[in-house]
């Protein structure tokens, strides 16, 4: 029974994570003057609308993985570079506001209600909450499209480089893949996200 109630928190982790992560991306550029978000459904917390299955099954069965990706649109920003860096740093940092939180609950929770039996599946769930905060966060910054690691350094590259990581982006992001295949990307991300923890 106990096994069947942590595969569900897991699941309803997953969704709320990637949910949270992509809704606040979206918000984020559109309240920098991008009207795609808003048009393609996006500008929502519907955990559906950003759903995406390889991104969950990974999540699930690796510890890692990703939502349905909010395209966005430079056009509407006053700045292309401070509108592009606002958009995909805010669900980073907001992640890791969430994990802060949930941290503060979970140290409430353990003094006063340590002996309630509900308080332990309750704790179980925010603490599982919390590790995907941190890992979709820090998951994020790796610079390989699409997540928002990629776009972020794009602002700091000039516009040959830019064009020399758009021709190479595939390769990319099969040597990423492979790596990950191979075990090492989730030692490196499992590393700086304990790290985080110890923190936030």
Known sequence: ??????????IIAIFIVTDIFEFTKALASTLMG???????????????????????????????????????SMVGYKSKRAGTLVT???????????????KIALVFLAVF???????DYLMTFLGTLRHYFVIIAVFN????????GNRILRCFLSPNAQIRMSQNEKLYQTVFIFLWLLGLVSPVVNFVANALLNIV
């Not at 029974?1 to 897991?10: C, D, T």
């Not at 980073?92 to 969430?98: T, Y």
């Not at 209600?113 to 308080?119: E, H, K, P, T």
Request: aromatic share 12%; net charge positive; hydrophobic share 55%.
């Open 141 to 148: 910054l790796i610079p390989v499209y699409p997540l928002c």
């Open 1 to 10: 029974m106990r096994g069947i109630i942590e595969i569900i928190i897991l």
């Open 34 to 72: 991008d009207k795609l978000p808003k048009s393609q459904g996006r500008l929502t917390l519907n955990p559906i609308k950003h759903f995406e299955p390889i991104g969950f099954l990974l999540f699930v069965f690796t510890g890692m993985g990703w939502g349905k990706p909010v395209e966005t």
């Open 113 to 119: 209600f340590a002996d309630v039996v509900w308080a």
């Open 88 to 102: 995909y740093i805010t669900p980073i940092v907001v992640s890791l506001i969430f994990a802060g939180l949930i």
